[in-house]
């Protein structure tokens, strides 16, 4: 298999009527480093998947960031842009792509050693962001997020060649066992689930408010949750969540009065820039798959790098 420029396709998925299971050929991490995360820490994350880490940022620096993304999600001017997805209630804005263009805090924060550090030493090499988000999921009306692989869509419909790719979630609110938290599969990453269906054109304008192509079929989902449990990624505003980009999540509906606005930023490893999307289409927009490959830099802390 390969893409329309013939680069090999490791990972073919969306091209047969059965989703498969298929190995990941690809390391989980991309050094030996021991900082800033420990051999014991990165041999969990090599296992699982997966690190948390309470409060790494403190209720003060949250605060600034939630009154931020408030600003932001208020103001009647930007809701018309294209980088504010709504949910298919057309009411609540579900995510709001780019955040790190739209807020100069929220840049300075996915440059902030304190996430950016982990993510070099993983990946192995600079980084840029592929892609940023808040998800607000809003209290009463946030709406799911169905169980997927980020990175089966960013190789299908972004052209990401290789697993050498970090999700890290920044909780901007309690994060409760009962508002719709993160959900993760442990172990889920190290398998690369190849899904059924064809990718419809300009299939983001559906799959960001609700994801059908791209999700593993039922059998194999429960064979995986079977194996590998299900982990929750609850905990207080500032607490963090690195993910690998292939390991399969979720979350819930919150039908809580309580939000639980998250978030996320992608980083990518310089050396896994995007090549043509293996689905065949044409590339996604920029806002959600960025094709600027520019590293980021460091900062010491966002709040005194902020304008
Ligand atoms: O398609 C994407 O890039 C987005 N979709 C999901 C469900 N997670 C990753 C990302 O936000
Ligand atoms: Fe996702």
């Known amino acids: 298999m390969t893409n329309n420029k013939s ?15 298929l190995p990941r050929t690809d390391p989980v991490i991309y050094s030996d480093s021991v ?53 298919e209630t057309e009411k609540d804005v579900r995510s709001i792509f780019e955040i790190h263009k739209i807020s100069n805090m929220f840049d300075m924060l996915c440059q902030d050693k304190r996430i950016s550090d982990v993510a070099r030493q993983l990946l192995g090499s600079d980084i840029y962001i592929h892609q940023s988000r808040v998800n607000l999921k809003p209290g ?31 909780g901007l609110t309690q994060n409760y066992e ?14 690369f689930v190849s899904c059924s269906g ?12 609700r994801q059908e192509i791209g999700t593993p079929d039922k059998q ?34 919150n039908i809580t009065p309580y939000p639980r606005s998250n978030a996320f930023f992608v980083f990518n490893s310089v050396h896994n820039q995007l090549v043509e999307p293996f689905c065949g ?3 996604r927009p920029d806002y959600i798959a960025s094709r600027d490959f520019t590293p980021i830099g460091s900062v010491d802390n966002f709040l005194t790098n902020s304008d």
């Open 198 to 209: 064809k990718t419809p054109s300009d299939h983001y304008k559906q799959s960001l408010k």
């Open 35 to 87: 900082s800033p995360l420990s051999k014991e820490q990165t041999s969990f994350f090599e296992e699982n998947g997966y690190l948390i880490f309470e409060s790494l940022f403190s209720l003060e620096e949250v605060k600034k960031l939630f009154e931020e993304l408030a600003a932001i999600s208020l103001d009647e001017s930007k809701k018309t842009m294209p980088q504010f997805i709504l949910e």
């Open 178 to 191: 009962f508002n719709g938290p993160l959900m993760v599969i442990p172990g889920s990453h190290k398998k």
């Open 7 to 21: 680069e090999l396709d490791f990972y073919p998925t969306r091209v047969d009527s059965e989703s498969k299971i």
């Open 281 to 283: 289409l044409k590339p």
């Open 220 to 253: 194999i989902l429960e064979r995986m949750a079977l194996d590998g449990n299900i982990v929750s990624a609850k905990g207080d505003p500032g607490t963090v969540i690195f993910f690998d980009c292939n390991i399969m999540h979720g979350s819930n509906g």
């Open 140 to 170: 009463f009306d946030g709406k799911e997020f169905y169980w997927h692989s980020d990175f089966e869509t960013w190789h299908s419909e972004d052209g990401m060649p290789n697993m050498r790719a970090i999700s890290c979630s920044i």
